[in-house]
């Protein structure tokens, strides 16, 4: 089936949330399903939405989740139950 | 002449204000959690389906309000009227909102053409009652076959909840359309009608959970 924006978006926090709240951008893009330049935009967007972060572990760059995205994550998790529900 | 006639057996009077307060709560919880939903992904349709259910809170209140007028005050009868009025126009208002979004209809001419349709119906019609409880009685028949689809194809708990929701609200209506046969049907319907309202109650609290 199609994903949307909102189910890309939905993925891909997902993804991060599971490693824990930080994981590499390969094993990200290997989750998330998306070539590398959807996922970049993808990214670009999260980013600049501040719901995404790059930080240096272990002189590797990874992506970490941020507290604004970790809340986001939960009203995304509302909105997909809510919408499920009442099919809107 | 137009008539507004409520078949309340007198002694459910008191009850049937706390059933309507009832359904305003859960009625404006549902409204918040849409509108919560509509601020997320700024998407037009949870907007209108917090409009629908914040409607439909408001026809309730009309209701119990003009229920709450004794009928020696004297606005009783303006209060009866306009409080009746404002619950016909609202509940229909809300319910065909509600099915327009359900089944995600975009061309405006044809959203037009729905309220355009049902508004005369009620005004021209010599009795509010019976045009009122008969339209209301159709188009919550097609949000329940609208729902049993969606529970069928999604076959989640909360789907099931609001599918039976909206067949409990279908069978309310039938129930007072019946109501001017036997007031007891009124007392039958309002149970429906509020066993309804506690589905939505159960499926938004399920939302709030996850």
Redesign the interface.
Known sequence: MRRNK?DIIYDMLVAVQSKGGTILPTHLLYKSNLSHSKMKDYLAELMSKELLEYVEVNDKQKIRMTEKGFK?LQ?????????????? | MVSVVVHNPEWFLRTDIVFSAISIFVSLLVAA??F??WF??KRL??LA?SLAFLTLSGAFFTRMFANLVPSTDPFYSLTFYVGYGLHIVGTIFAFLTLFI??N?MENPRVMALFYLLIIPAIFLSASYFFSFYIITTIITAMLAA??LQ?ALK?K?F??F??FSAFLMLFLAHVQFLLSSLDKVFYFSASISQLLAFVLFLI?II???K?
């Open positions: 909102q986001f009203s995304l998790r509302k909105l997909r139950e809510f919408t499920d529900a009442f099919g809107i | 959690v849409s919560r939903s997320v992904i349709r949870y389906w979004v359900a995600k609208t729902y969606h999604v989640r909360s789907s909840c609001v499926t399920k939302v709030l996850s």
